[in-house]
């Protein structure tokens, strides 16, 4: 696609609840990043997929979160039993492999609500 | 730990006016340096990037920031802001090598008021 398209844009959730949020990179993109925006505490890097390597995961806040890549293209992040702390926008960005190098393209989040 | 501070959350500022967004970071052998921009109920975009050469860049719509490698900072500057302006900026940076992810500051948020 022309962008990084993310889904759903805006989600409110009960305290408790598992939540998926979506991500589609810009085709030919082989890395993808999780990031956490809460306010005032700038992006919290969550973790990066590149290529078929095994994922850096070592931003992730507890074992409650987890993502997986699925075909080198779509990503899922997944919270388990949602916190209120968990409320936050999340962001995905996707690069070529050199990424790093250049910059990424970002999406434009999914706002999370846990009520 | 590789880290990068934004020591300004907020930048108030008269329209016209000069303004500078400072950023410092963990000193490192080699670093990429960039500088993001967030406007209001927008996704984050890039403005502009420090790789190598000349340690001045500049953006398109008139910011420039100078990479000081003594100073580990890297400062992003507008001699005469717009409202237009008003947004978030965010620095990152990329600690050793091109691949892995970027580190943020808190990010300033830039008031232009008229």
């Known amino acids: 696609g022309a962008g990084v398209s993310q889904s759903p844009s805006n989600k409110v959730t009960e305290k408790g609840k598992d939540v998926e949020l979506r991500c589609d990179p810009i085709s030919g993109h082989t890395a993808l990043y999780w990031y956490r925006q809460s306010l005032g505490q700038g992006l919290e890097f969550l973790i990066y997929?590149?290529?078929?390597?095994?994922?850096?995961k070592s931003g992730l806040p507890s074992d409650r979160f987890s993502a997986e890549r699925t075909g080198g293209s779509v990503s899922t992040l997944t919270i388990q039993r949602t916190q209120q702390e968990d409320s936050a926008v999340y962001l995905c960005?996707?690069?070529?492999?050199?990424?790093?190098?250049?910059?990424?393209?970002f999406g434009s989040g999914t706002r999370l609500t846990v009520v | 730990a590789q880290s990068v501070t934004q020591l300004d959350s907020q930048v108030p500022v008269f329209e016209e006016a000069p303004v500078e967004l400072r950023c410092n970071y963990s000193?490192?052998?080699?670093?990429?340096l960039f500088w993001y921009v967030q406007y209001p109920n927008q996704g984050l975009q890039l403005l502009l990037k420090y790789l190598s050469g000349s340690t001045l860049v500049e953006s398109i719509n008139g910011f420039e920031a100078e990479f000081n490698k003594s100073q580990t900072s890297f400062h992003l500057r507008k001699p005469s802001v717009h409202i237009s302006d008003t947004a978030e900026y965010f620095c990152a940076v990329k600690y050793g090598g091109s691949q892995g992810n970027l580190i943020f500051g808190k990010g300033t948020k830039l008031s232009v008021k008229p």
């Open positions: 997929f590149q290529g078929n390597s095994a994922p850096d």
């Open positions: 960005a996707s690069s070529l492999a050199e990424g790093s190098r250049y910059g990424y393209t």
């Open positions: 000193s490192s052998v080699s670093v990429y």
